[in-house]
């Protein structure tokens, strides 16, 4: 499962501008990685390990902006087709889940 929080926020005053950089942050501190610049993606183990990240995303929504949050699965972020130019990339791997005993 993966978790992806597309967002556009204003950054025209200084204010907004800080609150746009430090929603940045807790997603990277979340574990959460930057897709594109305002696309942030998280992998997760479980829907339910999922919803926890999303509560998280919610609590740090800034006052102004647009944020929606959205759950795909693997195989859907498998068929993802991705460009750079004209050229297609592979898209990247799912994180190998760890086990512990």
């Known amino acids: 499962m993966w978790v992806l929080v597309l967002f556009d926020l204003p950054t025209e005053t200084k204010k907004e501008r800080k609150a746009a950089t430090k929603f940045r942050e807790y997603l990277l501190g979340d ?36 944020v929606c949050i959205m759950n795909i699965t693997d195989k859907q972020f498998g ?10 990339k592979p898209t990247p791997p799912a994180p190998v889940q760890l086990e512990l005993f």
């Open 31 to 66: 574990g959460f990685a930057m897709f594109q610049y305002s696309i942030y993606i998280r992998h997760c183990a479980s829907v339910e390990n999922a919803s926890v990240h999303i509560k998280r995303v919610k609590t740090w929504i800034p006052e102004t902006g647009k």
């Open 79 to 88: 068929e993802i087709q991705i460009f750079y130019g004209k050229k297609e």
